[in-house]
């Protein structure tokens, strides 16, 4: 085969699937930038050209979408120094041979083989106010006084739902570092070892250097899913109370769905793709480090 | 998302089906959002209407997110002949975008099986609804009530009785509490619920149909008049009193009527579907009965008043066949069709007379207290201007959960009315 079709037959294996990545994801993504410019209410083709008025409201006269915003910061911050410290931890163990290790690694993982409307009306019946685990265990444990309505409580509702997020993904995190950790051929824990180090200081030598690359997906996969929140707090509060719950993608699709602001809508998702896209690429060179090979 | 919702405009386009089949009879479609009725009542009125006019075949179908399909529809302009676009539709929006055919003409017809206008054969109130600067465009099909529900069998047995007014209900609300029971309960996540049942039936006892016909026209201060500061105070103060279920704030609709069914909450606001909407939780022997919101002894608005909505039906504009799509609904909302409705599918229709067979028990006293209304109030601005309902919503939620006070309640209510007033690009009504 030379070189010319070779290059045919890139063509022809990648030409179906690169014409349906572009008709159905390229250009509607080009098209949201150009629909954000127009009022249109998505019923019809009744649009009205606004400039850019729909960017100028969301943010100048727009405090709900503030709040969301913030709300979406809690939610990545919150994640962030809980799921990585955490999942480097259970990956470490894990990858440390220990008794029953599958099992484990099984536990974790398993919540994100259940779909996500599943985990939200499970975990709002966990937060129940009259039948929910959580107040019962409260309860049981004589801690009666702090039982509450959870997901109805202005100070508690995004924290619960925050707390359910985290027990979904934390698996899909420690398995991910679990691939890199294993990844380690283990002479250089073995070199580690004869040099004195111990688990700590073979953890920092050893295990953190040689899973940074793996370490930045992770962290770049929390920020596009922390701000792309959607599923989950839909089902669990639909944003409420009071807005207390409201994420940036909950009030796009009240805005577009409910209120029949589609215009306005799309200029929200604009502004989203263009943060998550900033903070993966923020992300990418704050943890940018010598890449170490092995 | 963001690609999602541009899939959804992309889908729209391309979708064409010829609207005559080929043994050359007409072909009509209707689109019908499938929820708890289902679809074979229309099934079967469509076979009906095939037999009276031979030449017409209708398609009839349906599904329970039937707006979503319809959205895309409407916007590449292929269009059903007639439909049911469901609670997830923004139906005002397709009004205000020329979407929705007038219906002045078609009502002017004779009733299908009585000698008067086809208008004059709706609940005028019902009817009126659906007008927008004077000309018919949505009409209403069946018909909810809305009001308050106790459960028979713990009032019978403590020896309660159903409060009619306020204070009546201050001192029942003691009691109850007493027995370790919540007085009330309600549909936290959806405050649209809190709305129907506390504010505004209470803002209409305080200051008169009036003072919440103005809020609802917007006029400057109509959200934070005395009338609303009154309701808000009672909301406020029942809230205080402990007499709301605690943590109702974050149950949804079936939730909060489960704690209701079970027993662990006396009363709870709800529309004339509660009873088919908990069918398959409802043990047996439970009983419950519908009460009209309770009213200031003292109050300005006539305690007869009470709150009716429709489910609402429309002919698209760019239909291929409206005049049959009008028709075939002329022929669903005859007297003996509505009257089989209300008996198949135990709900209230919006047709003068379809009460009068024998109704199921839960029905009974929403259609008397329907029939001997002074007047009747709907909710409408939440349909009209759903920003300014969102926010209201979430004022009402803030002051259930006790976050803000009744003054601060109003006020954030009045901005949101004063921001959709000043709002030129939002039609009013």
């Not at chain 1, 006084?145 to 027990?167: D, Q």
């Not at chain 2, 997110?65 to 139906?91: H, K, N, S, Y």
């Not at chain 2, 619920?193 to 609802?216: N, T």
Request: net charge positive; hydrophobic share 45%; glycine share 8%.
């Amino acid at each position: 085969m030379n070189k010319r079709d070779k290059l045919r037959a890139a063509v022809v294996f990648l030409a179906p699937a690169m014409l349906l990545y572009g008709v159905f994801f390229v250009l509607p993504m080009v098209q949201a930038f150009y629909v954000a410019l127009f009022r249109w209410r998505g019923v019809s083709m009744e649009k009205q050209f606004v400039g850019i008025d729909n960017f100028r409201t969301l943010f100048t006269g727009d405090p709900v979408f503030w709040q969301c915003l913030s709300h979406n910061l809690m939610f990545l911050i919150v994640s962030f120094i809980t799921i990585i410290p955490l999942s480097l931890f259970f990956a470490s163990v894990l990858a440390s041979r220990i008794r029953g290790a599958d099992v484990y690694r099984g536990i974790f993982l398993f919540p994100n083989v259940i779909s996500i409307v599943a985990v939200a009306a499970l975990w709002s019946f966990i937060y129940h106010p009259t039948f929910g685990i959580l107040n019962a265990l409260l309860k049981g444990i004589g801690l009666g006084k702090y039982a509450t309505g959870w997901l109805g409580e202005p100070r508690y509702a995004l924290l619960c739902v925050i707390a359910t997020s985290i027990w979904y993904s934390l698996g899909f995190y420690i398995v991910l570092l679990l691939a890199g950790i294993k990844s380690i051929p283990t002479y250089f824990y073995e070199a580690s070892a004869l040099d004195g180090a111990g688990s700590w200081q073979s953890f920092c030598h050893v295990t953190l250097p040689l899973v940074w690359e793996i370490l930045k997906l992770a962290v770049i996969y929390l920020i596009i899913h922390t701000l792309n929140i959607f599923g989950l707090v839909w089902v669990m509060t639909e944003g409420g109370p009071n807005y207390h719950t409201e994420t940036l993608l909950t009030y796009l699709y009240r805005q577009a769905f409910v209120q029949s602001n589609f215009g306005y809508a799309t200029a929200l998702g604009v502004v989203v793709f263009v943060l998550i896209l900033g903070a993966s690429l923020a992300a990418g060179r704050l943890m940018k480090r010598e890449t170490v090979e092995f | 998302m963001l690609a999602a919702i541009c899939f959804v405009v992309l889908m729209g386009c391309g979708h064409n089906k010829p609207s005559a089949s080929t043994t050359g009879k007409i072909e009509i479609e209707v689109a019908v959002f499938q929820g708890g009725y289902g679809l074979d009542f229309f099934e079967k009125a469509a076979r009906e209407y095939e037999k009276l006019h031979p030449n017409v075949r209708i398609r009839v179908w349906g599904n329970p997110r039937i707006w979503e399909q319809l959205r895309t529809r409407f916007v590449a302009g292929d269009v059903p002949d007639l439909c049911w676009p469901g609670w997830g539709m923004d139906t005002w929006a397709l009004v205000y975008d020329g979407k929705v055919m007038e219906m002045d003409k078609y009502l002017n017809q004779k009733a299908y099986d009585q000698d008067i206008k086809w208008k004059d054969t709706f609940i005028p109130d019902l009817l009126e609804k659906g007008k927008y600067r004077g000309r018919y465009y949505i009409l209403p099909f069946n018909n909810n009530v809305f009001g308050w529900w106790y459960n028979v069998n713990l009032f019978e047995k403590h020896g309660w009785k159903p409060p009619k007014t306020y204070e009546e209900l201050l001192k029942l609300c003691e009691q109850i509490k007493k027995t370790g029971i919540a007085p009330i309960t309600y549909q936290g996540k959806y405050p649209a619920y809190m709305i129907r049942g506390f504010l505004i039936p209470w803002v209409i006892s305080a200051g008169g149909l009036e003072a919440f016909e103005a809020a609802q026209k917007l006029k400057p201060g109509a959200w934070k008049s005395p009338a609303f500061l009154k309701a808000t105070r009672m909301i406020a103060e029942l809230r205080d009193k402990g007499y709301f279920q605690k943590g109702a704030m974050g149950m949804d609709h079936t939730g909060a009527q489960m704690e209701f069914i079970l027993g662990r909450a006396a009363m709870i606001p709800c529309g004339t579907w509660l009873r088919s909407e908990m069918q398959k939780q409802i043990p047996p022997g439970f009983k419950m009965a519908y009460f009209n919101p309770p009213v200031l002894s003292n109050g300005k608005g006539d305690p007869s008043i009470t709150q009716a909505s429709a489910e609402t039906w429309i002919v698209p504009k760019e239909a291929k066949h409206p005049d049959i799509g009008a028709d075939f609904f002329r022929f669903m909302t005859s007297l003996k069709m509505a009257k089989r409705f209300v008996v198949e599918k135990q709900t209230l229709m919006s047709i003068k007379g379809s009460d009068q067979v024998k109704l199921p028990p839960d029905l009974v006293l929403p259609a008397r207290y329907l029939r001997s209304a002074k007047a009747t109030w709907d909710a409408e601005f939440s349909d009209w201007y759903k920003a300014m309902n969102k926010e209201i919503e979430a004022a009402i939620a803030a002051l259930l959960a006790g976050e803000i006070s009744p003054e601060e309640c109003c006020e954030r209510m009045e901005r949101a009315a004063a921001q959709t007033r000043n709002d030129p690009s939002i039609p009013k009504h």
